[in-house]
């Protein structure tokens, strides 16, 4: 495992092949092991849902339908990419935040998401009531239970104690922006897991900035990961734009929490929305920076580097962006035709009988 402060994840990621760069993106190694063509473009076709139910979503909120969303564009590649690593381990638990769509849609339907953000009847997370996608959805080992910036962290390590006193092996995965990493839970959380040696990843979603503050202004440092040193344990620096990175230290970083203890992953990615759909990220953000952010899409990435490695046609491409349109409309007219929760179990799992 690299140690914190380092630049890049030549000590995790597979070798390269040859430079092939795809928006200024190496995207030329072989693929990882374990990781297979159709698992990329698996990957993919679940990123162009994703990304197209976010742009449904704030679209939705400018109607007057969804009340407020966090967008996850940008953020896709991290996500997405700790997420197949979570998968093809088989044993994990996640604890995630407000922008992580990518990792909530693991286990719910185009549908169930539009009634979640619609506030309808039918919202697997706590039948609306409360903010979008939060609440618990056990059946997929997702937690997220409010939207207070790192309230989870500390949350998570006592799970990760309750599976350790089990002797349950799960590797506890907690997401989180670089914002939350200046709250008193995330040093907490940290000190904690790492005097107790505990199996959890912090994967911190470091996109600049925290709501309007840009990271200068909110930390004298420049890599998050490097708090991990004071802490005990590693801390790796990841290009979140990029799928692979994101899915090889993510990995080996569950690897290493079952077997030695805490890793802190700073996964650097771009928001290319504002921090929500109540904000006005002009005030503070210079257009050119953001146009500049969307050349790295990563979703426009990836499917890049599948039709240059032949491992999708252009056919097949535009298919999957078919697909998902015709699921988000299925969705959102379903939703759109669902009533709201029966007022009268407002009280319901707030009271004992």
């Not at 690593?85 to 995630?96: L, Q, S, W, Y």
């Not at 921090?275 to 953000?285: A, F, K, M, P, V």
Request: hydrophobic share 40%; glycine share 10%.
């Amino acid at each position: 495992m690299t140690q914190a402060g380092t630049q890049t994840t030549d000590g995790i990621a597979g070798g390269i092949a040859g430079p092939l760069e795809v928006d200024g993106i190496d995207m030329s190694r072989r693929l990882p092991q374990g990781v297979a063509p159709e698992d990329l473009v698996d990957i993919y076709r679940r990123m162009v849902l994703v990304r197209a139910l976010d742009e449904r979503i704030w679209m939705m909120n400018r109607q007057g339908k969804v009340p407020i969303a966090a967008s996850g564009q940008g953020h896709e590649a991290a996500q997405m990419g700790s997420l197949l690593a979570a998968e093809k381990d088989g044993n994990c638990f996640f604890f995630p935040y407000y922008r992580d769509l990518s990792i909530k849609m693991s286990g719910l339907t185009p549908t169930q998401v539009m009634l979640s953000f619609m506030g309808k009847a039918g919202d697997a997370y706590s039948n609306a009531r409360q903010f979008p996608l939060q609440g618990a959805d056990l059946a997929h080992n997702i937690i997220q239970l409010s939207n207070v910036v790192a309230a989870s962290l500390t949350q998570s390590v006592g799970y990760a104690l309750g599976c350790r006193m089990l002797g349950d092996e799960r590797v506890t995965l907690v997401y989180f922006g670089d914002g939350a990493s200046s709250q008193g839970e995330t040093h907490e959380a940290m000190n904690f897991a790492g005097v107790h040696r505990l199996p959890v990843v912090f994967i911190c979603e470091n996109n600049g900035y925290a709501i309007s503050v840009p990271q200068r202004l909110q930390m004298a440092i420049g890599d998050v990961a490097g708090r991990a040193e004071g802490y005990g344990f590693p801390g790796l620096v990841v290009d979140g734009m990029d799928l692979l990175h994101s899915y090889e230290a993510t990995a080996e970083a569950i690897a290493h929490a079952r077997r030695e203890g805490p890793v802190l992953l700073e996964m650097k990615v771009e928001r290319l929305m504002p921090h929500t759909t109540d904000d006005d990220d002009s005030r503070y953000r210079p257009r050119e920076e953001v146009e500049a952010a969307k050349l790295r899409d990563p979703v426009a990435t990836l499917g890049a580097y599948l039709l240059a490695e032949a491992f999708l046609t252009e056919e097949q491409e535009e298919e999957i962006k078919a697909q998902a349109r015709r699921a988000v409309n299925e969705a959102t007219d379903a939703a759109d035709a669902t009533p709201p929760p029966d007022a009268g179990e407002m009280l319901k799992h707030v009271y004992a009988p």
